[in-house]
């Protein structure tokens, strides 16, 4: 196994534009965590699956943005109409009990 | 709520010299301890870590211990290389009532060290 993989690396959209981030955890990690990080900050907590279910949501996760994980594999993130203040990475982890978590490179978005 | 602070960067230091990045935390619940380090254009890789009071994380040099009293891990290099250029994050963890491990993290500190 590689490690977490997420596609695509960069993404530039327009605003107003929906965009689809994908995540491919390590296969035997059932826990996965969605996270946010703009320039000069520490990451932040967006969301949190164990194997398909939606657990946890922050604050952060705005009614524009939606994720999923069918059958407890990969995972996506959807981000529709987006704005300016969108631009950022987002980071994608998994994890299993007793093991710490292994993040991904990222996908940076831009909204111009 | 959970909260992170650490020493603002950037901090530059000559190849050798001693490093010490302050962080101190807050949370609800007993967390477990973290240092994250990012390298330009790679995710965050753990550094180390410690899970109860009095305990030391260590790795490639680098050292912290868990101080309850003081409610810090301050992240420690006796002597920094070139390669150790990077950001530096400090988290921390406490179960969730949804059963997560999520990770607060602090704004992180930039280091940069010369030849």
């Known amino acids: 196994d590689t490690g977490v993989s997420q596609d695509p690396r960069h993404k530039i959209t327009k605003r107003g534009q929906n965009v689809t981030f994908r995540c491919d955890p390590i296969?035997?990690?059932?826990?996965l965590y969605w996270y946010r990080q703009t320039l000069g900050q520490g990451p932040e907590f967006l969301t949190y699956?164990?194997?398909?279910?939606?657990?946890?949501k922050s604050r952060l996760l705005s009614d524009r943005f939606s994720a999923e994980r069918p059958k407890g594999s990969f995972s996506t993130l959807e981000i529709q109409r987006t704005e300016q203040g969108d631009s950022a990475m987002y980071l994608c982890?998994?994890?299993?009990?007793?093991?710490?978590?292994?993040f991904g490179s990222g996908t940076r978005l831009t909204v111009v | 709520g959970n909260s992170v602070t650490q020493m603002e960067g950037p901090v530059t230091l000559s190849e050798e010299a001693f490093l010490t990045i302050n962080c101190t935390y807050t949370?609800?619940?007993?967390?477990?301890l973290f240092w994250y380090v990012q390298y330009p254009g790679e995710g965050l890789q753990l550094l180390l870590k410690?899970?109860?009071?009095?305990d030391k994380g260590s790795n490639k040099g680098f050292e912290a211990t868990y101080r309850k009293e003081t409610t810090s891990f301050h992240l420690e290099k006796g002597s920094v290389q070139v390669s150790d250029s990077a950001v530096y994050f400090c988290?921390?963890?406490?179960?969730?009532?949804?059963?997560?491990?999520?990770?607060?993290f602090g704004k992180g500190t930039k280091l940069s060290v010369i030849p």
């Open positions: 410690a899970t109860k009071a009095d």
């Open positions: 949370a609800t619940g007993y967390p477990s």
């Open positions: 296969s035997e990690h059932n826990r």
């Open positions: 988290a921390l963890s406490v179960l969730s009532g949804a059963g997560s491990y999520q990770l607060t």
């Open positions: 699956f164990q194997n398909e279910a939606q657990l946890e």
């Open positions: 982890a998994s994890t299993i009990v007793g093991v710490g978590y292994t």
